[in-house]
């Protein structure tokens, strides 16, 4: 077991890798995954991939016999108020998709972290479990300082405007790569061009915040040039 909750591996600018998996994978298969793993987290998705709530409550349980950390992308930005009830069936961490706006960002908050931080509801057997921390207060406390929120900015308004949707609460940005092309080649004349002006460009605004930036799809021989940009995260 790692030290340090990977909350804090982030919070402290870590170089951080992950994976991604389906959410069906079959139980063996995301074992013989797990085993030896080389990577800090697991990702799963449901944005884009057949989903349901048995699927990801298994997955996170396997995932679990390796105290692999969980993050799960959830279906669409506007199903943020469900962020508690997918918390419930164990993931470690909420990423959501297609985020633009501040109020998207209060809703997240708001739903992921227990009271007095938010307004989460209590429950779930299913949910993380935390040793020592059973009682509901020490839990939710627990929680509150373990959990990891990121947003997923695939706009050029959502990268010009990261700064604002980095608030307290929110661990990472991560950029949708394919998505955020679109939106770039919509804006033919903006100063921000490609994927790199937009990485550097969120990296600057958020240095100093322990917000980090997620690039997905970057090849491990790109890594180093985005690690000198400030970028800490891959998947």
């Not at 994976?19 to 995954?33: C, E, F, K, N, Q």
């Not at 997918?86 to 959501?96: K, M, N, S, W």
């Not at 057997?125 to 929120?149: C, D, F, I, M, T």
């Not at 405007?161 to 940005?173: F, H, S, T, W, Y």
Request: charged share 25%.
């Amino acid at each position: 077991m790692a030290e340090k909750s990977l909350k804090q591996r982030i919070r402290d600018g870590e170089v951080l890798i992950g994976r991604g998996a389906p959410v069906a994978s079959d139980p063996d298969d995301l074992r013989t995954i797990l085993d030896g793993a080389d990577f800090d987290f697991i990702n799963t998705d449901s944005q884009h991939s057949a989903f349901n709530e048995e699927r990801l409550k298994t997955f996170c349980e396997v995932a679990d016999e390796f105290d692999m950390p969980v993050q799960f992308r959830i279906k669409h930005t506007r199903n943020a108020y469900l962020i508690g009830n997918y918390l419930d069936l164990g993931p470690t961490g909420i990423e959501v998709p297609q985020v633009e706006l501040e109020s998207t960002v209060d809703e997240a908050i708001d739903f992921f972290y227990y009271p007095q931080v938010g307004k989460r509801s209590w429950g779930g057997a299913s949910r993380k479990v935390a040793p020592e921390h059973s009682g509901r207060l020490e839990y939710a406390q627990w929680w509150n300082e373990n959990g990891v929120l990121w947003m997923q900015i695939e706009s050029v308004d959502a990268v010009t405007n990261a700064r604002k949707l980095a608030k307290p609460g929110v661990d990472c940005l991560s950029f949708g790569p394919a998505d955020l092309s679109f939106s770039l080649e919509s804006y033919p004349h903006h100063s921000l061009k490609t994927l790199d002006d937009c990485a550097r460009h969120v990296a600057e605004q958020l240095q100093g915040t322990g917000v980090a930036v997620c690039l997905r799809g970057i090849a491990p021989d790109d890594r180093d040039r985005y690690i000198d940009m400030g970028i800490t995260m891959f998947l």
